[in-house]
């Protein structure tokens, strides 16, 4: 009692005490409602990954609940891993593979190398030229892809006007339909943000290091991979996470790119064409997109802390 | 599995400091020299080893190990040509002589690579590579040669016979089928323009006339190319013409080289230190200018022609942008007025500004802007825009509705839940139950939905949450004893509103009161319903029974638009949450004790204190989210393909140029939603100016 009457708003009474301890709860309570019903998707999903066709179709996923665990089996994963199956996850978590482990680290060393420049060179047009790269941050994937599709089904060349003569600009490495067309992709589109971030935190760094670095006769090269290098790590693991995520459950990139060779297709675009065949798959749809989002899922639980960071230090204002 | 959100942004985005400052300054002699081969890397090198051997196992070590080497390769030559680069302009200044050699041999090198590249050049039998070897090898000895003299007497006739030959063997290397019959007209013009054109630039960079000729001699040798061989008909002319071609520009440029100024040790150190920002931008820069800044521009350029490219024809694809009824359609607006939405949204909005001005006698303010005024104004202009855009129909004007809808209850939601987190019991656990549907695709997640979704005939049992709810409802209310126990539960939580919102009137809590009256309204409105005409998912039939009935959520237009959208503010809410969460917790506490001192209540505080702090970051969601929002395109795709009134312009545009194959009215969508972002890239820019200064 004698801590309610700290409270000025108390109620002296022990009795209306009660009432309004409850109320005072009511947001915990609301919390946690939201919390509920934020979750109740993908358990649905996950629950119903493992029961069969008829189980599914004979009762909602929460018979769990009411001790009902007829017909629960690991078939569904079985059948939509099986290569040649309809579907063939297994093929398609390779080709994910494929496609964002380039599309992670080649924009990661490149972007390091022009934050650093951004960051610590002096050169003309510095300020204007990291002002346009960041411009470029916000930009529509949807606006490139054309032109890309063709560069990479026909190579791109150019006809000069006036004198007609066409230069090739880039060959035709008949990249279409494979994995490097969808990772070069994905690796132009990752530049101005990787740039943006790192330059963030690389130009933050303090300066007296770099004097005294300079003192010792060290040059920008050295300077960059001995120096920098190892003390960005925290925003290079940030960034490494973000984006292997990014490109990990992209679906139109690799759409427009690959979406014509069926071997090479990612997981995100063999499930969504699983749910174009809704009604009759549906029992293996669960599964797959279940697989397809494990590799993001252990991520998420095992490293949250750089996964948090990555996005948070993309947009709070650094 | 916590979110430790104040420390990651202190880290990552406001600053490295903290990280940095523990490195002491000492440490850096160390970590200049380098580390050696520790017990602790090798660790972590049996355990990646120990990764890929499962991966190669498990899903075939061919795929895999196929992947990887890919992916060394492409690592292995963007290191070795940044690294070589680097090593190169070190000799600058200790090395000139083998400075310049390596230049010419690399120069030499990609210069006839890319003409063989090109299939200009004769065949030569094992054909890669020798040509561009060959053409490294004669230019690196020329500039080999011509660093040996210092003076420029020596060093004049040396460079222009040097770049001849160069250009000589060029021409006798050039196949016949490229062979130029010369037009000297034309090759005049060319020169002269040339000249004209790059010596102008030059002398304006450098406000300098003595440079105007040195520049007039690059532009004389370009011009001179382009004049004979892009004036002249391939592949009729002769080897001495060819020769006449390439020798001529080649002398040119050995003549700028050789008038170049003697490389005095001060010169060499500029061009080591001007070069070094070229090498660590020009990999990055390459990748932007070919993957987006070229490309976009292209796309432009396609938005005006016809669906092959092959037409000019202006503004037509844009005109069927806006005059086709399926993405452009305001036939409807009228009805506008009369929805029930409408209504509400006025009512609300009225109701808002009266508590505003009741609140605000007491302050003695005009208006008083708190929960309970500016709660159902924000409500009732977001159901007005709802309104507006369920009634006038169309791609577009269902993309506005996404970024209206997902911007603001994402960020709403965020933010109450950020709120409700804080400092609560057991927050770091919700807050990432919250956050988790970022890390599911968009794909998966309107997989996901697709099951919450999901419509069983009406005599079968619902195996989707909502239907299955909205049945159980319709069965409640249709029976006549549980319709009973429903009313009085109803009728307990109506009473406890109703103290609510007098202890709210009381305590002069407008935010309260309004929320429990809002509640109360809504709980009175259900047991109407339940004792009345009845709710949920029933149809009585005319024999008198009742049978189930579903909702098909994604089928029944225009409200199908708000299902999908529910998708999108699922999976980012946990992102303005965590955002606004970090924000929230970075208030100063003295500014909120403060306030509390002066007697400031919980929701005053809130409004007045924290909310104006977090302005700024609250800006940063809104314009990311924005972002997201407007390129939508995984979520309509998957769960209806743009069908039943739900399509968006980027599901639009990829069916247009990738299913149609229109890629003129493909590339037209693009730039319309490139317009659409162009105000928040500004507003992006101008953020981070004001950041910097």
Redesign the interface.
């Known amino acids: 009692m004698t801590t309610a009457l700290v409270d000025p708003s108390a109620p002296k009474t022990s009795n209306t005490g009660g009432v309004y301890r409850f109320l005072r709860s009511i947001p915990t309570w609301v919390l946690w409602l939201l919390v509920i019903v934020w979750c109740v998707p993908t358990l649905g999903l996950l629950v119903n990954s493992f029961r069969g066709r008829d189980a599914q179709r004979a009762s909602g996923w929460w018979s769990i609940f009411t001790g009902d665990f007829d017909g629960y089996t690991l078939d569904n994963y079985r059948e939509v891993l099986a290569a040649g199956a309809q579907g063939g996850m297994k093929q398609g978590l390779v080709n994910s593979l494929a496609i964002s482990l380039p599309a992670t680290i080649i924009p990661i060393a490149i972007a390091a190398f022009a934050a650093y420049a951004f960051a610590w060179i002096d050169f003309k047009g510095r300020e204007g030229l990291f002002i346009g790269t960041v411009a470029l941050l916000a930009i529509p994937t949807q606006v490139a892809l054309i032109p890309l599709l063709q560069m990479f089904v026909r190579g791109a060349h150019l006809t000069i006007p006036g004198i007609d003569k066409t230069v090739t600009l880039f060959p035709d490495l008949d990249l279409a339909g494979s994995t490097t067309a969808v990772w070069l992709t994905h690796a132009s589109f990752a530049m101005p943000f990787a740039i943006f971030l790192l330059h963030n935190y690389i130009s933050s760094l303090p300066r007296d290091l770099f004097e005294a670095a300079r003192i010792d006769g060290a040059d920008h090269f050295k300077i960059f991979y001995r120096l920098v290098l190892p003390l960005s790590v925290p925003v290079l693991a940030a960034f490494a996470i973000f984006q292997f995520l990014w490109t990990w459950n992209d679906y139109l990139i690799a759409l427009v790119m690959v979406g014509a060779n069926p071997d090479a297709l990612p997981a995100t675009v063999k499930i969504a064409s699983q749910a174009g065949e809704f009604g009759r798959l549906e029992h293996l749809l669960t599964a797959g997109a279940f697989l397809q989002a494990a590799v993001p899922l252990a991520v998420f639980f095992l490293l949250q802390r750089f996964f948090v960071r990555g996005i948070l230090a993309g947009s709070v204002k650094g | ?5 104040d420390r ?2 202190e ?7 903290p ?3 523990r ?1 002491a ?1 000492g440490d ?2 160390e ?2 020299r ?1 580390r050696k081969l520790s017990a602790d890397s090798i660790f972590r090198m049996v355990v990646v080893a120990g990764l890929v051997a499962f ?1 190669g196992f498990y ?2 070590a061919g ?2 190990l196929t ?2 080497l ?2 060394a390769i ?2 292995g030559i ?2 070795a040509i ?2 070589g680069a ?1 090593l190169l302009f ?1 000799q600058t200044y200790p090395r000139w002589t083998t400075f310049n050699t390596a230049v010419g041999a690399v120069i030499g090198f990609v210069t006839l690579l890319v003409l063989d ?2 299939r200009v050049l004769r065949e030569l039998e094992p054909r890669p590579w020798l040509w561009a070897v060959i053409g490294g090898a004669a230019l690196g000895a020329v500039m080999f040669l011509l660093s040996a003299p210092r003076q420029q007497v020596a060093r004049l006739p040396l460079a222009v016979v040097g770049f001849a030959a160069f250009g000589a063997l060029i021409a006798l290397a050039a196949a016949e089928s490229v062979h130029p019959s010369l037009d000297w007209g034309k090759l005049v013009i060319g020169t002269v323009v040339g000249a004209v054109i790059v010596g102008g630039i030059s002398m304006l960079r450098k406000r300098n006339v003595a440079l105007a000729e040195k520049g007039a001699l690059v532009g004389a040798a370009i011009g001179w190319l ?1 004049g004979a ?3 002249a008909e ?1 592949g009729t002319g002769s080897v001495g013409e060819a020769l006449v071609a390439t020798v001529v520009p080649g002398a040119l440029i050995g003549l700028r080289v050789g008038l170049a100024a003697e490389a005095t040790p001060v010169r060499r150190r500029a061009i080591e230190r ?1 070069s ?6 020009v ?3 390459t ?2 200018a ?7 521009l ?2 432009i350029y ?1 938005s005006f022609r016809d669906r092959n490219g092959e037409e000019n024809i202006g503004f037509d694809n844009y005109r069927a942008i806006f005059t086709n009824k399926n993405t452009f359609n305001l036939d409807n607006w009228t009805a506008f007025f009369t929805s029930r939405l409408f209504w509400i949204a006025v009512a609300l909005i009225g109701v808002g500004i009266i508590a505003g001005v009741a609140m605000g006698r007491r302050t003695r303010r005009s208006f008083e802007s708190g929960g309970g005024s500016m709660g159902p104004i924000a409500i009732g202009f977001f159901l007005l825009a709802c309104a507006v855009l369920s009634t006038v129909r169309g791609t577009i004007f269902n993309n506005i509705w996404w970024v209206v809808v997902v911007t603001t209850l994402a960020t709403a ?1 965020g933010l ?2 950020a709120v ?2 804080d400092r ?2 057991g927050e770091n656990v ?1 807050k ?13 997640a ?7 979704y999901i419509a ?1 005939p009406p005599q ?6 909502l239907n ?1 709810l909205w049945v159980w409802l319709g069965q409640i209310s249709t029976s006549e004893s549980s319709k009973w126990i429903a009313a009085v539960v109803l009728g307990v939580v109506g009473v406890g509103l109703a ?2 919102a007098l ?1 709210g009137v009381r ?1 002069k809590a407008g935010g309260l009161a309004a929320m429990s009256i809002a509640l109360l309204l809504l709980v009175g409105y259900l047991i109407y319903r339940f004792l009345g005409p009845g709710l949920g998912g029933f149809v009585e039939l005319e024999s008198g029974e009742t049978r189930a009935q579903t909702i098909l959520f994604l089928q029944e237009p225009p409200f199908n638009n708000m299902w999908l959208m529910v998708v999108l503010i ?1 999976i980012q ?1 946990g ?1 303005a949450m ?2 606004l969460s ?2 929230i917790k970075a208030v100063p506490t003295e500014l909120t004790e403060a306030a509390k001192v002066d007697g400031a209540t919980e929701s005053q505080v809130f409004w007045r204190v924290t909310i104006p702090q977090i302005a ?2 609250i800006g ?2 809104v314009t ?1 989210l924005i ?1 997201t929002v ?2 939508v ?2 979520i309509v ?2 769960m209806t ?1 743009g069908d039943f009134d739900t399509q968006v312009i ?1 599901n639009e ?2 069916t247009r ?2 299913g149609n194959s229109d ?1 003129g009215l ?2 037209a ?3 319309v ?2 317009i659409a ?1 162009v105000p ?2 500004f507003v ?2 101008r ?3 004001k ?1 910097k200064a």
């Open positions: 599995m916590t979110i430790t959100d990651g942004t880290e990552a985005g406001a600053g490295a400091a990280v940095a400052k490195v300054l850096v002699q970590r200049l380098g991966l899903v075939g795929s895999m992947t990887l890919k992916v492409a690592v963007s290191a940044f690294v680097n070190d590249g090109n382009v061989w892009g004036g391939l001007r070094r920002s070229w090498i660590f931008l990999p990055a820069l990748f932007i070919a993957g987006l800044v070229i490309p976009l292209r796309t396609l939601i109450a839940v409700l987190a609560s019991k919700a990432s139950l919250i956050f988790l549907p970022m890390a599911i695709s968009f794909v998966g309107g997989i996901i939905w697709r099951f919450m069983r079968d049992e619902q195996t989707g949450v299955s103290l609510l202890r305590t699922w809410a992102f965590v955002i970090a924000a700024p970051t940063v969601v990311t972002v407007m390129k395109f995984d795709k998957v393909s980027a545009m990829f140029a990738f890629f493909g590339a969508l693009a730039v939603l490139f972002i928040v890239m992006n820019i953020r981070m100016q950041a």
